[in-house]
Structures are given as structure tokens and as C-alpha cells.
């Protein structure tokens, strides 16, 4: 069946460092993908996504890697910001479905 | 401008009593979902409609039922909540097939006493 995991559950990261929030997917049918970031009491908030024809595509420090030798799916944030700390969600697609992973929640140290 | 609406924002219900969760949107889009979430876990998929077209998920519990009276509504029912309800609901409208951006509203956190 489709599923989509992520391999930390939390993830704490130096102010001004670079985060990465890694991703596993299992259905190597899906075509599209997506990062969401929630806040604490909020919906989630969508971020980049990439499809299945990319590797690579970049937003306003993010960036999203695609490799679909192995299934694997990463967020990458450049120079974290104590805004940016929230759970981050990866999904896929699957004809009307958004499925989501697990999360992880990304704590920025002062 | 709020696109994907939800009222109330937290609704409080006894166990065993019906409660309604309202979400409106403002966006035109055919496609609806209804999603749970509870503490520290993903979004879990209720149902969607694509129109008027009702699509549940197998394991979607008989309690929760939903209903689309036009595009622009769409109600999550819960007939009789048992504490295990206690979540925040998500809905999330997407524009149709073609596209794939889905828009999420603030949730509805549900507390069942």
C-alpha cells in the first residue's frame, strides 16, 4: 500500500545553520510531492513541492531533492530561523489524495 | 483574505452527542477534503468529494459522515463521539484534477467530554 514516512521524529538545528528533513515514500507509482510546515494550533502551511520528472527545485531558502532510485524525499532550509520551527510534513499524491507522512519537528537552538 | 474557512475554530461536545464541523471556502474549487489529526501525527484522510462525487476511506469509521450541500460547503458529522474523536480537523480544498496545490483552512480542534 502507499505510504509515506519520515525518518526523525525531531530535529534540532543551530540558529542560522542549514536544516535537512529527510523522507521516505514507498509508492513509486506517486508523481508529485509536497512539504508542508505546521504551527503549533494552525492548518498546514504548503512550502515547495516538486514532481516526479525532477530532481531538484528551489524556493526562497528552501530547497527540495527528489531521488527516486531509492525513494527518498529531503527539505532543505538555509539559514534557520527561529520562524521556522514547526512540525514539517512530506505528502504525496496519489489520483485525488494527499497521503502524509509522520513529520518531524524542527527545533532551532539559540 | 481567508480562502478555506472553518467554524467554529474549537468545539467542545459531550460523549455521545452529535456535533456538526463547518468548512466554507471562497475559491470555486471541485475538490474537498475532511482530514483528523490528532496529537503529534500526521493529517489522516476522512473523505473527500470531487463535486458532488463522495469518496470515503476504507478505514474512515461508520460515525463520521459528511455532507456537500454546494461547492462552496462541506460539513464533517460526527453522530456520536466517543473520546477517541477528540482531534483537530482539517479541511483542504483543491481547484480540480488538473492542479495539484491543495489549501488548507486553521482546523477545528474538537474536545469531547
Known amino acids: 500500500g502507499e505510504s509515506v514516512g519520515l525518518h526523525l521524529p525531531t530535529l534540532s538545528v543551530q540558529e542560522g545553520d542549514n536544516s535537512i528533513i529527510n523522507c521516505a515514500y514507498s509508492n513509486s507509482a506517486s508523481d508529485y510531492f509536497i512539504w508542508y510546515k505546521q504551527e503549533s494550533g494552525k492548518g498546514p502551511q504548503f512550502i515547495i513541492d516538486i514532481r516526479s520528472n525532477m530532481d531538484k527545485r528551489q524556493g526562497q531558502r528552501v530547497t527540495v531533492l527528489l531521488n527516486k532510485t531509492v525513494k527518498h524525499l529531503s527539505l532543505q532550509i538555509a539559514a534557520t530561523q527561529p520562524g521556522d520551527s514547526a512540525v514539517y510534513f512530506c505528502?504525496?499524491?496519489?489520483?485525488?489524495?494527499?497521503?502524509f507522512g509522520k513529520g518531524t519537528r524542527l527545533h532551532i537552538l539559540p | 483574505d481567508a480562502m478555506v474557512i472553518q467554524n467554529p475554530r474549537y468545539q467542545v461536545t459531550q460523549f455521545g452527542k452529535p456535533v456538526t464541523l463547518s468548512c466554507s471556502q471562497t475559491?470555486?474549487?471541485?475538490?474537498m477534503y475532511w482530514y483528523q489529526q490528532k496529537s503529534s501525527q500526521a493529517p489522516k484522510l476522512l473523505f473527500h468529494?470531487?463535486?458532488?462525487?463522495?469518496?470515503n476511506e476504507a478505514d474512515t469509521p461508520d460515525n463520521f459522515q459528511s455532507r456537500r450541500p454546494n461547492t462552496s460547503f462541506c460539513f464533517l458529522d460526527i453522530r456520536s463521539p466517543g473520546l477517541g474523536d477528540a482531534a483537530m480537523y482539517l479541511c483542504a480544498t483543491r481547484k480540480d484534477r488538473a492542479t495539484d496545490t491543495q489549501y488548507f483552512g486553521p482546523g477545528t480542534r474538537l474536545t469531547v467530554l
Open positions: 475559491l470555486n474549487h471541485n475538490v
Open positions: 505528502a504525496e499524491k496519489g489520483d485525488d489524495k494527499i497521503i
Open positions: 468529494y470531487y463535486d458532488k462525487d463522495f469518496n
